[in-house]
């Protein structure tokens, strides 16, 4: 399990993979663990929930420093995702007893509730673009509903896996609560089918998420899945035009464009089309890259060499189909693993650009004319994760909300994760929902409970 520096392609630490019988200890452990586990109070729990919070803010430089050196994002995104990780370890821990709290029916009978109790151990499959972040948002709900948590997170940041693993068992909670499995993707329908493990949650590509979900399936295990997306952005006569660009290429570009719920394909009514191009190239082409551990750097580098070379084989079919490229789109040379920030305008379907998810800082502008094209382009899709749309008439605000078919719409702001708001997808971006009230129900058992005087 090798951590890469993607600025440099240097090697930082290597670490061996779980030997098999390492492995079932760890899972003895989880199963063992679950069984007292279980029995902990709200109370507790939050106790050490919060108390993960406070280190998570004590050792905020080194962990942000550990994700940019291991994934390349920059060093201010890598600092704010400790913060926000601290923020969902802090709401679980005061709002968890809420949502799970027993809930009165009313029936003929003397006494009628609905109880939430925990599975057990949860195994949590996780991506590489946010280590911290996707990890903390499956695991404050899950050990505070009284599950245990086991990490299969992504081979290429090992270092962020085991720091996390560290920090649960810092702030107290029982050995076992929370375990880092070192072991690669083949392994994991293993575990899927170990009679130990509950339930399955994965982030990550529509791939993974068929192999994951079929794995769930085949053993009736629940199953989580937070895929890719192609969220469009849609920008109407009405909007804040600069407002609008301005948020587009800080959607475009967050995390160096490796993100599911980053914006990828622009919708832009055509009487405003030529100023938004305008201003959309300006802001990418003013954009800072270089080295992420650099205060003043926007643009860090993609995380692994071959997904350089995906983007760019994406880049170079959108323009060989007809493609208009505006600003980006050469590979750079040197070191490390960089792509320009990259516009391509006049986008259609057939594209790769349209049609695919750009995992990468590329954004493809799309001609509208009128709102009725705006919401059928965006929802010509198979992904439906997040969808932002900027406007200043209600009418087509209303529009917007009822009729975009994904997960989450924002309306004059960019798509983002919040601990308070139910997040996941439709279609090929995934089935079910992590964080808020719906989050944490998720891996619980939702007992009917009926009493008869």
Known sequence: ??????AT???????PELKDRDLEAKLSLAASTAVSYRRTTFAKRAEWMRRAAMLLRMRKTNYAETMTREMGKTIAAAESEVEKCAWVCEFYADQAEFFLSDQTIDTDAGRSFVAFQPLGAVLAVMPWNFPFWQVFRFAAPALMAGNVALLKHASNVPMSALAIEQIFLHAGFPDGAFQTLLVKSPAVEKIIGDPRVAAVTLTGSEGAGRNVGAAAGRNLKKVVLELGGSDPFIIMPSADIDAAVKTAVTARTINNGQSCIAAKRFIVHTEVFDQVERQFAQGLAALNIGDPMERSVDIGPLARPEFVEELHK?????????????????????RGYFYPPTLLSDVRPGMAGFDEETFGPVAVLIRAADISEAI????????GLGASAWTADEGEQERFIRELEVGSVFINDMVKSDPRLPFGGVKASGMGRELGEFGIREFVNVKSVVVKW
């Open 376 to 383: 059928a382009i965006a929802n010509n899709s198979r992904f």
């Open 9 to 15: 392609g240097q090697q930082i630490a290597e670490y």
């Open 1 to 6: 399990m090798r951590s890469i520096n993607p």
């Open 314 to 334: 994406q880049v170079a079919n959108s323009v060989a189909a007809g493609a208009r490229l505006v600003v980006g789109g050469k590979k750079m040379e040197g």
